[in-house]
């Protein structure tokens, strides 16, 4: 057996902690739904709070308090002192106040959990299996406009998440070449185009993605008055020979091709290639796992390939970039730019051969 740095003990301990890495989780969802943290937080100036006046404020036992607490402290998210004084740990406080470990607690929670029962079968069959606990789609993608409010809520929170914050950049480098008329493909809820069309004023844009989502983007494009600059481009990209509309100044992919296996990749970025002409760019923005600062990002991306072996569609994952590089080339493109935007994001910039 290989040495490592862990003692027995602590390796031990490590093992059990994923063992019950579930009663852990729910447990902490059920302290922020309660409130408890936040009341815990609330009263860290007086020392903390115990649990009687934890049980007498928010009208919960102090049985189901106390189980509950019990493994928050024994996981370090909650402490408590010798008068009974609970207070939130550094742990405990980002996993109730920090925005990005709350959207991925409500993903993980509402998206995905009771699907993950499922991922042995899924690696098996290459199958979405877990998927059938939100609904009877082969993917995802098929039914996000079907999904339960809350569910949705959740789902779209964390697509946005990971892309928001660096839209301004994004849209910067799209329009340094002044393009008229872009293609978003797997436009989603629209916010690209909306964000687009307040950008620059003369700029027209195609969306191009499955007929229940681009209906809920146009939809939202016509609420924000660009309906006359926005139009749509229904497609299966998991269909026989798919095919798109050419004239785009710009096609752009912003965490798309993530959503695919290789070959449907190379199959998707092969249709752009038929499509565009000698001046036609071709922008892939995603966040790779080798190209991330922090650890604790790559560990992100990596859970979330198991949402997509298990709930999306059985076959995709978060790529590293050597494995798009590759696809890049084969597709028929070449690399113009490799731009890293924010802490997360390449853009992958392209031409035709």
């Known amino acids: 057996m290989e040495n490592t740095s862990l003692r027995a003990i602590d390796a031990i301990q490590e093992a059990q902690k994923i063992a019950f890495a579930p009663f852990v989780f729910q447990a902490t969802v059920s302290l922020r739904k309660l409130g408890v943290f936040s009341l ?3 009263r860290r100036k007086k020392g903390g709070i115990t649990i009687e006046e934890l049980s007498k404020e928010l009208s919960i036992s102090v049985y189901g308090l106390g189980v509950l607490l ?27 106040y920090n925005e990005t470990v709350n959207v991925n607690i409500n993903f993980t929670n509402e998206v995905c959990y009771k699907g993950l029962f499922h991922l042995n079968d899924a690696i098996k069959t290459g199958k979405p299996e877990g998927l059938k606990e939100l609904g009877n789609w082969d993917t995802v993608y098929e039914g996000l406009s079907q999904l339960t409010p809350e569910v949705k809520k959740s789902w779209f929170e964390f697509d946005h998440h990971y892309s928001d914050a660096i839209f301004n950049d994004a849209l910067e480098i799209v329009f340094r070449t002044n ?24 700029v027209s844009i195609k969306i191009i993605d499955l007929p229940g989502q681009l209906n809920v983007a146009l939809n939202n494009v016509k609420n924000e008055g660009f309906e006359k600059r926005v139009s749509g481009y229904e497609i299966d990209w998991l269909k026989d020979n798919p095919s798109i509309p050419t004239g785009a100044d710009t096609i752009w992919m912003c965490q798309f091709l993530d959503c695919f296996s290789e070959e449907e990749i190379l199959k998707i970025l092969s ?55 590759k696809l890049i080339d084969k597709a028929g493109l070449v690399l113009e730019e490799d731009i890293n935007v924010g802490e997360y994001h390449t853009i992958l910039v392209c031409k035709k051969k």
């Open 179 to 202: 393009p008229k008329t872009i293609f978003d493909i797997g436009g989603n809820t629209g916010k690209f185009a909306i964000s687009s069309c307040k950008y620059n004023e003369d």
């Open 271 to 325: 249709t752009c290639v038929k499509s565009m002409d000698d001046n036609t760019e071709l922008l892939i923005m995603e966040t790779f796992t080798d190209r991330q600062r922090f650890d604790n990002a790559k560990f992100v991306l990596e859970a979330t390939s198991l949402y997509f072996t298990v709930m999306a569609n059985g076959n995709s994952k978060m790529y590293p970039a050597e494995v798009f590089l």
């Open 70 to 96: 019990e493994i928050a402290e024994s996981s370090e998210i909650v402490s408590k002192d010798d008068s009974g004084n609970f207070e939130l740990t550094t742990t405990g406080y980002f996993l109730n």
């Open 40 to 42: 815990i937080f609330d």
